[in-house]
């Protein structure tokens, strides 16, 4: 199964500022199948990113991914107070489906 | 817009069977889709259980495969997990969720819809 490891394990920003979230697989991401998710606690996680780059729908455009193959990047333009949450990498390019870890984004 | 409910007991004991189901409106469990199932244990992070499809193809996480049985009952528009021989270790907030579409004989399993998500325990 693919590994994915996400870094860091914790960022701590203020609003305003730009945060950059990677997440690094073990094995290529068939077709860039990847996704990126936002968890606020006591919720399910909520859909940010397919595809590697596609915004969900309703995702403002502060949000962004990139990258292929082995390593991806979330970027988060400039923060807002609601931005800060726990982030979910996740590849549906092979099975079984795998997450990463997560990344916990804290207000500073 | 689609919505996902999930229900089922909220304490199991251990050696016993969690059995859950999720209930699908606003859109058919029949369309293009795969719906699955993911946990996550209390302060932990997600972990794919399997999927179904309304045709009853399932796939499921080797790492569970022999406990785990998904089913879908298309006349009620929800689909099912049981988790057999479930231990402490199986204590998780359980979600079911819509895994994107599919077209063209391609299926992109990124999870556009999620229910609220239920907390099972497992204790005697």
């Known amino acids: 199964e693919i590994v994915l490891t996400q870094s860091p394990g914790t960022l701590s920003l203020s609003p305003g500022e730009r945060a950059t979230l990677s997440c690094r697989a073990s094995q290529s991401v068939s077709s860039n199948y990847l996704a990126w998710y936002q968890q606020k606690p006591g919720q399910a996680p909520s859909l940010l990113i397919y595809g590697a780059s596609s915004r969900a729908t309703g995702i403002p455009d502060r949000f962004s991914g990139s990258g292929s193959g082995t390593d991806f990047t979330l970027t988060i333009s400039r923060l807002e107070p609601e931005d800060f949450a726990v982030f979910y990498c996740?590849?549906?390019?092979?099975?079984?489906?795998?997450f990463g870890q997560g990344t916990r984004l804290e207000i500073k | 817009q689609v919505q996902l409910q999930e229900s089922g007991p909220g304490l199991v004991k251990p050696s016993g069977t969690l059995s859950l189901t999720c209930a699908v409106s606003?859109?058919?469990?029949?369309?293009?889709?795969?719906w699955s199932w993911v946990r996550q244990p209390p302060g932990k992070g997600l972990e794919w259980i399997g999927e179904i499809y309304h045709i009853g193809n399932t796939n499921q996480n080797p790492s569970l495969k022999s406990r785990v049985t998904i089913s879908v009952d298309k006349s009620k528009n929800h689909f099912s997990l049981q988790l057999r021989s479930v231990t402490a270790a199986d204590t998780a907030v359980y979600y079911c969720a819509r895994a994107g579409y599919c077209s063209g004989g391609s299926c992109y399993r990124f999870f556009d819809y999620w229910g609220q998500g239920t907390l099972v325990t497992v204790s005697s």
């Open positions: 606003g859109g058919s469990i029949s369309s293009t889709n795969w």
């Open positions: 996740q590849q549906y390019g092979s099975s079984p489906i795998t």
